[in-house]
């Protein structure tokens, strides 16, 4: 069974896949079809570049979008951590409290028969 933080980590790369993948395949449908269009080459060529910078630009922006959503998730799975320590902590000083409230009931009920030589 999966906990939470490897089922959000197993999103994110999902995701990650997802877009590079339809980045490539847009980047290899255009140049197949830049390449195959009835046109000289000056204009193919200058089809490619400006294709190449738009591509560009949408592959920095899925890249952005995902370096946001791991750092989204990255904090999310800190504030839970922080929150279970926290949880954790206040156990801690509640079983505490609880044994020593025993120990001194245990101590103020034995007084009077603990001599001390």
């Known amino acids: 069974m999966?906990?939470?933080s490897q089922e959000q980590q197993h999103t994110a790369n999902n995701a990650l896949l997802f877009w590079?993948?339809?980045l490539m395949g847009g980047l290899v449908g255009a140049v197949v079809m830049l390449l195959l269009a009835p046109q000289s080459g000056k204009e193919t060529r200058g089809q490619i570049q400006h294709?190449?910078?738009e591509l560009r630009d949408q592959a920095?922006?899925?890249?952005?979008?995902?370096v946001a959503q791991v750092r989204q998730t990255t904090q999310q799975i800190?504030?839970?951590?922080?929150?279970k320590a926290e949880e954790l902590q206040q156990?801690?000083?509640d079983i505490f409290n609880a044994q020593r409230e025993e120990l001194s009931t245990f101590?103020?009920?034995n007084n009077d028969e603990i001599k001390i030589s």
């Open 91 to 93: 156990h801690g000083q």
């Open 20 to 22: 590079t993948g339809l």
């Open 60 to 66: 920095a922006g899925t890249v952005e979008d995902t």
């Open 107 to 109: 101590l103020a009920g």
């Open 2 to 4: 999966k906990n939470p």
């Open 78 to 83: 800190a504030g839970d951590v922080r929150e």
């Open 51 to 53: 294709k190449g910078i």
